[in-house]
């Protein structure tokens, strides 16, 4: 019973380029968070989403990102022209239930250079 | 926004000793949860108390939870170098995602 599945585990793109994180959800679980982590800080919410709906992207900002969790496959948050400021950890966490225990996976590292 | 907010924001003990972390929250809450992580690694979730509870044990841990003065406290007894982490805590205040604090770093010294 495999755990959240978050690929690629580091990242590194240049300015401007696309950085597209994937996360494969804990088996039966439909909720899926995005949340990123700078160094020596907590986690901020990004967005939640139940399958083929973005339920609360209130913590995304407008522009350049967005999330999808199709009916088919992983759950993918893209980051487009990716500036120096989105360097950071990006956590990917499942649940059976909303706001019930979350399972993480362990992350993708973004650096832009 | 912030809403729980961990106490003291480093802690450090020699093994055997008891850990205790504190979390302060600003509106009502549904449940509070705390989760644990290694550096490097993503969370791992150690205890949930609802808001009708008032304590919950699970082995070296225990949480408290007083409603009235909007806090929580985790306990872990005789502390173990591996127990070495960032310790977080997290609420359901009724909107549909999990708020975190900022974490307070927990070092066991062996």
């Known amino acids: 019973n495999a755990g959240v599945m978050q690929n690629p585990r580091h990242l590194v793109r240049r300015r401007g380029q696309e950085a597209r994180l994937r996360c494969s959800p804990m088996?039966?679980?439909?909720?899926v968070y995005w949340y990123r982590q700078l160094p020596e800080e907590g986690l901020k919410f990004m967005v939640y989403?139940?399958?083929?709906?973005?339920?609360?992207e209130s913590g995304m900002p407008k522009e350049r990102f967005s999330a999808e969790f199709p009916k088919e496959g992983p759950s993918i948050l893209r980051i487009q022209q990716v500036v120096r400021g989105d360097s950071a950890a990006y956590f990917c966490?499942?649940?059976?239930?909303?706001?019930?225990?979350?399972?993480f996976g362990s992350g993708t590292q973004l650096s832009v250079l | 926004s912030q809403q729980g907010e961990e106490d003291p924001q480093a802690l450090s003990i020699q093994e055997g000793e008891n850990a205790t972390m504190n979390c302060s929250y600003k509106?009502?809450?549904?449940?509070l949860q705390w989760y644990r992580q290694n550096s490097g690694r993503g969370l791992v979730h150690l205890i949930l108390?609802?808001?009708?509870?008032r304590e919950k044990h699970s082995g070296r841990l225990r949480v408290t939870l007083d409603t009235s003065k909007k806090s929580s406290s985790l306990l872990i007894t005789a502390s173990r170098a591996a127990d070495t982490a960032s310790y977080f805590c997290?609420?359901?205040?009724?909107?549909?995602?999990?708020?975190f604090g900022k974490g307070m770093k927990l070092t066991v010294n062996p």
């Open positions: 509106t009502s809450i549904n449940n």
């Open positions: 108390i609802r808001s009708n509870e």
């Open positions: 997290a609420t359901d205040n009724g909107s549909e995602k999990l708020v």
């Open positions: 989403l139940q399958k083929e709906n973005i339920i609360d």
């Open positions: 088996k039966g679980h439909s909720h």
């Open positions: 966490a499942s649940s059976q239930r909303d706001n019930e225990k979350l399972f």
